[in-house]
């Protein structure tokens, strides 16, 4: 069996909440009116707006002094002046990774009113994350529209800074238990999680979203891509056992400790401090390769203001 095979396990796609599949899919020339649609059904601005104007760049260039290299966003889609749209996909989820998100909007967004003719008003920052995994809620629905408003009367202190969390899991099995009522924005989602071509018959007809599944092919078919993936799944994988092993030291450290301070308490402080120091000397190896500050947040579970102060300790 070929590797690639074996990568795929009996799937007909890569995983499109990959990074590397995320940023290439969305971001190749054939997407546009795929990702203008998207982001129209989602926001409710205008389509045909968005499919004259949108411009997509990567995370790493600055616009007209607007983006900070420093920081690495998966999409922005610079449409004028006054509007920019962050889409970002969410792996995995935790604390860490939605506050890491807030903090990539709200330095963009500081960014456009720096350059704004009228700092005060007028420029609108919109982040749509996608997230493979849930934020725990009572809430069913799987797109979320989050504004600053007050608590108690809910009034909405601004318009200019909107984030959407849409949840691929619930979007998932909406699709697969048939409960879409046509729902438009459900349709355009299922490329981010359908993975086998059988599961597309429902799709049939829908030139663009065809033509996209195509592309999805095709990306699959990349040896370069599928270097980059690959690295990209076994970089997560590596990270999940060294987690699984440190929680597993971690849990014996704990019970020698345990003997004189309680077996209890013991295991508990075992636990969180056999990951910390797993996560820290995981994010010192990536740290040596390169990897970027917001990778290894990811990856380790510690925010990038640990990362920092670990860096700046391990350099003195």
């Known amino acids: 069996m070929l590797k690639k095979d074996i990568l795929l396990d009996g799937y007909d796609y890569l995983d499109a909440t990959s990074d590397v599949v995320f940023k290439k899919l969305l971001t190749s020339d054939n997407a546009h009116v795929y990702l203008c649609t998207l982001i129209s059904k989602i926001t409710k601005l205008d389509k045909d707006y968005l499919i004259k104007n949108l411009k997509v760049i990567s995370g790493k260039e600055e616009i007209d002094g607007v983006y900070d290299k420093v920081h690495i966003n998966d999409i922005?889609?610079?449409?004028?002046?006054?509007?920019?749209?962050?889409l970002e996909m969410n792996r995995k989820l935790n604390e860490n990774i939605l506050n890491r998100n807030i903090q990539y909007g709200a330095r963009i967004y500081s960014k456009m009113m720096e350059k704004s003719e009228n700092k005060y008003n007028g420029r609108v920052f919109i982040q749509i994350n996608f997230n493979n995994e849930d934020?725990?809620?009572?809430?069913?629905?799987?797109?979320?529209?989050?504004?600053?408003?007050?608590?108690?009367?809910?009034?909405?202190?601004?318009?200019?800074?909107?984030?959407?969390?849409?949840?691929?899991?619930?979007?998932?099995?909406m699709w697969y238990d048939k409960t879409r009522n046509s729902d438009d924005v459900l349709k355009l989602l299922t490329l981010l999680f359908i993975r086998n071509k059988k599961d597309i018959s429902g799709l049939k007809g829908d030139v663009l979203m065809e033509d996209m599944f195509d592309n999805l092919g095709k990306i699959t078919e990349d040896d370069l891509i599928y270097g980059a993936y690959t690295k990209e799944m076994a970089l997560r994988q590596s990270h999940i056992e060294e987690m699984e092993k440190a929680k597993k030291d971690g849990i014996e450290q704990g019970i020698e400790q345990g003997i004189e301070q309680g077996i209890e308490q013991g295991i508990e402080q075992g636990i969180e401090q056999g990951s910390r120091n797993k996560a820290l000397e995981i994010a010192k190896k990536m740290l040596s390769k390169g990897e970027s500050l917001e990778d290894i947040s990811e990856l380790t579970g510690l925010s990038i203001d640990e990362i920092k102060k670990y860096v700046d300790f391990i350099n003195t």
């Open 76 to 86: 922005i889609c610079f449409i004028d002046k006054n509007l920019t749209i962050n």
């Open 135 to 173: 934020i725990k809620t009572k809430n069913k629905d799987y797109i979320r529209e989050f504004k600053l408003s007050d608590v108690k009367t809910h009034e909405v202190l601004t318009q200019e800074f909107i984030i959407y969390h849409i949840s691929l899991k619930k979007a998932r099995k």
